[in-house]
């Protein structure tokens, strides 16, 4: 039964495109951000850490008070997300579910581009592209942390298998010469029986010893990517919580200065002016909440991705575990087969059958061993930081639109400056009318 589901697991994330789409992704991804992982001593990437710069309200104050510059920076920058053109068309292309991820995520980098410091215009510099490739760089980690463990593993047993495979083809060698050609050493009495014996105990004690030390090579493997993946993920978490939390804060901090500074530009007899200034800032505010939105987004469609490459990745080491481990019990039944009948052979020829009952009973020890080695893969067991990516990630805790509140924080805004507009219509028109505004009540 667990042998179908593992050839119906794998034939399931071959034909509906999981382990292509997987595939064709990461090695994308490792092209472009390969720049961001560095390679352990032990094989595992890893994401180096990182502290990413935020662009603070000091940083944006130039370009609102800067006719030029504020052009410039909404053709850039606004315009891609609010003059978006979507693209309804059905399309002559197959839509497959690696197109449909394409076009989400390139969706989200096309309203927002830009935001990487080595950018050399200034205004490039203003996006989230570098956290966003953090996020993408997780999932590579993932992708080829979990490839390179279960492919170590496999080869750590595969030297085991081709360990009891050489034993048993040598042993059934040596019975097979001495079964129809004689043994050489038949001068030596029952001593020459012998071989077959002292080698098949050797090297089942060599096997042993060796499935012990890989055992540990196992476990110091499993720590390994866990150390790895775990640090790479916490680095994500760190640089996407933080930017997330400073574009919420930029919201705020800009809805304040919306309503603020209005007696110096009094003063100096530019009051329009100061509107033009507050209409920049409400653009810029919608902007950023548009960011905030568009992170938690990517970061949702990675998250779902790393998903299902890894229900992909663990059907595959299922699938290529279940080929490897067939293939040498396959090998070490047909050398059981050829040592039960090289004993038929030694009774017919009145022998004594102790090399090829030696030879049996090896090759089905070795096959037992075998079976039990392939428990020692673990290819359906996820490593912990993968289970804890599934199940208790941090950057779950990372903010989104919703918690920015900023509909609720423009709702008091716009009644605080309607209340004002009727405060001061009251007073100008001297009505003298005692009106309920809500909770409070305001004498004229």
């Known amino acids: 039964m667990a042998i179908a589901d593992t050839l119906h697991g794998y034939i399931d994330k071959i034909t509906d495109g999981t382990l292509r789409t997987t595939h064709d992704l990461c090695a994308a991804d490792r092209e472009r951000l390969g720049y961001l992982c560095n390679e352990t001593r032990t094989g595992f990437l890893q994401i180096a850490n990182t502290d990413l710069p935020d662009k603070t309200i000091d940083d944006y104050k130039p370009i609102v008070m800067d006719d030029g510059q504020w052009e410039a920076f909404r053709q850039a920058r606004l315009d891609p997300f609010f003059a978006e053109t979507i693209d309804l068309s059905p399309g002559s292309r197959q839509m497959t579910p690696e197109t449909l991820i394409r076009l989400s995520l390139g969706r989200i980098e096309s309203q927002f581009p830009g935001g990487l410091e080595t950018a050399a215009d ?111 993920c916490a680095t994500v978490s760190k640089c996407a919580i933080l930017r997330q939390d400073h574009l919420i804060h930029a919201c705020h901090a800009m809805l304040e200065l919306t309503n603020s500074g209005k007696e110096d530009y009094w003063a100096e007899g530019r009051l329009r002016r100061w509107t033009e200034v507050n209409a920049k ?80 009973m090896g090759c089905v020890y070795l096959g037992w061993q075998t079976l039990r080695l392939h428990a020692l893969l673990r290819p359906g067991e996820p490593p912990q930081a993968v289970n804890e990516i599934l199940h208790g990630d941090s950057l779950q805790r990372m903010k989104s639109d919703k918690d920015a509140r900023l509909h609720e924080d423009m709702a008091r805004f716009m009644k605080r400056e309607k209340l004002k507009q009727l405060y001061a219509e009251r007073t100008r028109l001297y009505s003298g009318v005692t009106q309920d505004l809500g909770q409070e009540t305001v004498m004229t």
């Not at 203003?126 to 080869?155: C, E, M, P, T, W």
């Not at 490897?324 to 009145?350: H, I, P």
Request: net charge positive.
């Open 122 to 232: 200034a205004i490039a510099a203003f996006g989230d592209q570098d956290v966003r490739d953090l996020i993408a760089a997780k999932g590579l980690v993932v992708y080829a942390n979990h490839i390179h463990l279960h492919r170590s593993r496999r080869d750590n047993i595969r030297k085991l298998y081709r360990h009891a495979l050489v034993t048993a083809a040598g042993l059934l060698a040596w019975t097979l010469v001495i079964t129809l050609l004689g043994d050489p050493l038949a001068a030596c009495g029952l001593w020459a029986l012998a071989p077959v014996p002292a080698v098949l105990v050797l090297s089942v004690a060599a096997f042993h010893i060796r499935s012990v030390l890989i055992r540990r090579r196992h476990n110091a493997l499993a720590d390994q990517f866990n150390a790895a993946t775990r640090l790479s």
């Open 281 to 360: 800032w409400c653009e810029l505010i919608f902007w950023l909440n548009g960011r905030i939105a568009a992170n938690a987004a990517f970061a949702f469609l990675r998250a779902k991705m790393i998903g299902m490459t890894l229900e992909g990745l663990t059907a595959q080491a299922r699938f290529l575990a279940l080929k490897m481990t067939a293939g040498a019990l396959a090998a070490l039944g047909l050398m059981a087969l050829a040592g039960l009948g090289l004993l038929f052979v030694s009774l017919w020829q009145n022998i004594l059958p102790i090399p090829a009952l030696g030879l049996l």
